[in-house]
């Protein structure tokens, strides 16, 4: 869909460095959610992971952005989530915000630029990638209302 020469994702790509903070009704942020869904990988796939990864086992990939009222549900929990499940986790965050650079690490990760995000086609937060060393994607969820406890089942892990 183009309009004034910009297509609809680069116009997307050009809101992601400006925050936008909008309430929506629920139907419409399930169809939202269903829409972004589609440029993920999807189970079966394979993306060679960027070697800032470090990924040597099954990891939940956990990319997030500040003021994304998901990602701060999601907060609460994803670590003992990723450790019950006995898989490790890589945080990528979209935007610094407070975050001091040197807080950034082996498992939290500042994706700045968006060439992470943009490589496994992530348009949408949070949004949650399980993937192996390999790039081999196990699942993929993106938004929505992410429950503790409907987890494992939303991502096949059960």
Do not use: W
């Amino acid at each position: 869909m183009q309009q004034d020469g910009l297509s609809f994702m680069g116009i997307l790509e050009k809101s992601m460095s400006t925050q936008i903070k909008i309430k929506l009704p629920r139907v419409l942020g399930t169809v939202l959610d269903k829409v972004f869904s589609m440029s993920v990988p999807k189970a079966g796939s394979v993306r060679p992971p960027p070697t800032v990864l470090t990924l040597t086992k099954q990891t939940l990939l956990y990319f997030k952005a500040e003021a994304c009222v998901g990602c701060d549900q999601l907060d609460m929990f994803v670590g003992r989530f990723a450790a019950a499940h006995q898989l490790d986790i890589r945080v990528i965050d979209a935007r610094r915000g407070d975050l001091p650079e040197h807080g950034y690490g082996d498992q939290l990760i500042l994706d700045a630029d968006g060439r992470i995000r943009k490589g496994y086609g992530v348009y949408a937060f949070p949004t949650l990638i399980v993937t192996d060393p390999l790039g081999r994607i196990h699942a993929a969820l993106v938004g929505g209302d992410i429950d503790e406890h409907t987890l494992g089942g939303r991502l096949k892990l059960a």
